[in-house]
């Protein structure tokens, strides 16, 4: 079983196994029609697509949700029995954005208790960089049976992450980039800075100049310094919309740290109530 991560060339020997999946979960936050378009003009062979907004994300509700809400329980089961997902079936999901997007599939798979799920090491820069083969053929995928069992630990809510920051025996991970973090720019959202007490833990970093995760032993010296001896069930993780904070759940499954926190809603729920206090800089 290939439970974080898997290379091209392990997934090559694979992908035509019948108790296989592969996911293409490329998308463009520019452009949400984007990866669809890039699947239709070629993908790994036998892949199928999942969109992060129509697939993976619930609806979003002005004012109350961030911008990629987790789905229902049901509403993801029934996308994983769409995709041909059962208990029997090993998924691999790869993206083209150094794995931001596939991690979310890969921490919705587990969080709903399938660990066969890995994310494919590179993404689809690697697969076309090492000249495997390529289609546009979309498979016809018989729809299996997902039965999802709630890991709730792996959650929590803005009421959770409000009292996790003012407690020492809890660490609150920031995934997006440092400036972000700092209030400095911020692209997407319509307000700057970071949830108070977080610390920046940009994803970015889990990654080499290849593209590709760091060696299992420099995750762990990175993630073990920004834990500072708060245990690893006790680190919540979180991004713009909950999506690449996954990321960092994913290095530190790999590093062999264990499982973290997710907190869906990120940044883009926090700041939907102006009573919540905002950070800048390092603070």
């Given at each position: 079983?290939y439970?974080?991560?898997?290379?091209?060339h392990?997934?090559?020997?694979?992908?035509?196994?019948?108790?296989?999946?592969?996911?293409?979960?490329?998308f463009?936050?520019?452009d949400?029609a984007?990866g669809?378009?890039?699947?239709?003009?070629?993908?790994?062979?036998g892949?199928v697509?999942?969109?992060?907004?129509?697939?993976?994300?619930?609806?979003?509700?002005?004012?109350?949700?961030g911008?990629?809400?987790?789905?229902?329980?049901?509403?993801?089961?029934?996308?994983?029995?769409?995709?041909?997902?059962d208990?029997s079936v090993?998924?691999?999901v790869?993206?083209?954005?150094?794995?931001?997007?596939?991690?979310?599939?890969?921490?919705?798979?587990?969080?709903l208790?399938?660990?066969?799920?890995?994310?494919?090491d590179?993404?689809?820069?690697a697969?076309?960089?090492?000249e495997?083969?390529v289609?546009?053929?979309?498979?016809?995928?018989?729809?299996?049976t997902?039965?999802?069992?709630?890991?709730?630990?792996?959650?929590?809510?803005?009421e959770g992450?409000d009292?996790?920051r003012?407690?020492?025996?809890?660490?609150?991970?920031?995934?997006?980039?440092p400036e972000r973090?700092r209030?400095?720019?911020?692209?997407?959202?319509?307000?700057?800075?970071?949830i108070?007490?977080?610390?920046?833990a940009?994803?970015d970093e889990?990654?080499g100049?290849?593209?590709?995760?760091?060696?299992?032993?420099?995750?762990?010296?990175?993630?073990?310094?920004?834990?500072a001896g708060?245990?690893?069930?006790?680190?919540?993780?979180y991004?713009?919309?909950g999506?690449?904070?996954?990321?960092?759940l994913?290095?530190?499954?790999?590093?062999g740290?264990?499982?973290a926190?997710l907190?869906?809603?990120?940044?883009?729920?926090?700041?939907t109530?102006?009573?919540?206090?905002?950070?800048?800089?390092?603070n």
């Amino acid at each position: 079983m290939y439970s974080t991560l898997i290379d091209v060339h392990t997934l090559h020997r694979h992908y035509k196994d019948p108790d296989w999946r592969v996911i293409d979960a490329r998308f463009s936050l520019a452009d949400a029609a984007q990866g669809a378009r890039e699947y239709a003009e070629g993908h790994v062979p036998g892949a199928v697509y999942a969109h992060l907004d129509d697939d993976l994300s619930g609806p979003i509700i002005r004012g109350e949700t961030g911008r990629h809400p987790l789905p229902s329980v049901d509403r993801a089961a029934t996308v994983f029995s769409r995709l041909g997902i059962d208990e029997s079936v090993q998924v691999a999901v790869y993206d083209g954005a150094r794995g931001s997007v596939a991690a979310r599939v890969w921490w919705m798979l587990r969080w709903l208790d399938h660990d066969a799920v890995a994310v494919v090491d590179g993404g689809w820069p690697a697969w076309t960089g090492a000249e495997l083969p390529v289609t546009r053929d979309v498979p016809e995928v018989a729809p299996r049976t997902f039965v999802p069992s709630v890991r709730a630990h792996l959650v929590t809510d803005v009421e959770g992450v409000d009292g996790y920051r003012v407690n020492d025996a809890w660490a609150v991970l920031d995934a997006r980039t440092p400036e972000r973090f700092r209030g400095e720019m911020e692209p997407i959202d319509p307000v700057a800075g970071h949830i108070p007490g977080a610390r920046c833990a940009s994803f970015d970093e889990n990654l080499g100049e290849d593209g590709c995760f760091l060696p299992t032993e420099e995750l762990r010296r990175r993630f073990e310094g920004l834990l500072a001896g708060v245990p690893v069930e006790r680190a919540v993780n979180y991004c713009g919309s909950g999506v690449s904070a996954c990321h960092n759940l994913l290095a530190i499954a790999h590093a062999g740290l264990g499982d973290a926190v997710l907190y869906p809603g990120s940044w883009s729920e926090w700041i939907t109530d102006e009573d919540r206090p905002i950070g800048t800089g390092l603070n």
